[in-house]
């Protein structure tokens, strides 16, 4: 526990900082194991010093080589581990309804209660970028997430090259992006701020730079945003999408916006990959990027 809360005093450590319902609740989960971990190892490791205290040679201490049987013995090694695997259990199950990226319950009251305050995006993994698409906004971007303050999120994810995770420690569970496939994630956005989100599987050689930008801006703020991007000159067809998944690292996270994104793009997406589409990396590129990291 003393680990834990210096973790948590560092901001180096974004998993111990959370900022909405989601992360929080998935933070105390974390504490709770780490405690029940503590109950059960902690006295394990005490009666081991002590046992090879008491019984150590020339200890002289009492002991009954006949003995077979205690009754309280007995309840204390199976009672005391099913009381606890049954506790944990119970609590397991609750915190994975609460917080299931799908449909999570802490969250289900609020959507409730204001319907249209439910943002939709698309995302889209590429070699080694992150495509945002705003279907209700008819806007997309790369390597950035800008979101209303007070919204619930809700993400439709797919992968145009390999399996990989989306992450925003603070913010977003961290759940698989895979080809071929449609995964979701939904987290809420209670307060404005600023923060990185990132690819947590290794996915080559650009993988260092797949990060992105996520912000929750005052709804105003967001709408303003909004504006700028379909004001943008450039149009996200399917087309220009097969141009962008090319394998490119994103150095210095240099963000793009995107007017009248095409309707059909994430089915596109996903229907390519089923159909064995693929985007390989050339070795040449691999080399050009290694280089780069080398140099840096």
């Not at 913010?171 to 307060?191: E, H, N, S, W």
Request: charged residues 15%.
């Amino acid at each position: 526990m003393l680990a834990l809360a210096a973790c948590a005093s560092s901001g180096d450590y974004l998993l111990f900082h959370p900022e909405n319902l989601i992360a929080t609740q998935e933070w105390h989960a974390t504490i709770v194991d780490t405690v029940v971990m503590m109950l059960v190892i902690l006295p394990v490791l005490l009666v081991i010093v002590w046992f090879g205290w008491r019984y150590r040679a020339g200890a002289n201490a009492k002991h009954d080589p006949d003995w077979s049987h205690n009754t309280a013995l007995e309840l204390l090694v199976w009672g005391v581990p099913l009381l606890i695997v049954g506790g944990l259990g119970w609590y397991t199950v609750k915190t994975l309804y609460a917080i299931e990226p799908y449909n999570p319950g802490l969250l289900q009251k609020q959507i409730a209660a204001d319907p249209q305050n439910v943002l939709h995006v698309d995302v889209i993994a590429t070699d080694w970028q992150w495509i945002f698409v705003y279907p209700q906004q008819k806007i997309a971007t790369i390597d950035q997430l800008v979101v209303p303050q007070g919204a619930v999120v809700k993400f439709n994810l797919t992968s145009a090259s390999v399996s990989n995770d989306i992450y925003v420690p603070q913010l977003l569970p961290m759940i698989a992006v895979m080809p071929g496939m449609r995964t979701k994630d939904t987290f809420d956005a209670p307060k404005l701020g600023q923060w990185t989100g990132f690819a947590a599987d290794f996915s080559g050689a650009g993988f260092s730079w797949m990060q992105f930008d996520t912000k929750i801006v005052s709804p105003a703020d967001f709408t303003a945003w909004v504006q700028k991007a379909a004001a943008s000159p450039d149009q996200l067809s399917y087309a220009t999408f097969q141009k962008l998944a090319q394998p490119h690292a994103n150095i210095g996270a240099k963000i793009s916006y995107f007017s009248n994104p095409d309707p059909q793009l994430f089915d596109k997406v996903v229907a390519a990959a089923q159909a064995g589409v693929v985007y390989p990396v050339s070795a040449a590129l691999t080399k050009s990027i290694a280089s780069n990291e080398t140099e840096k």
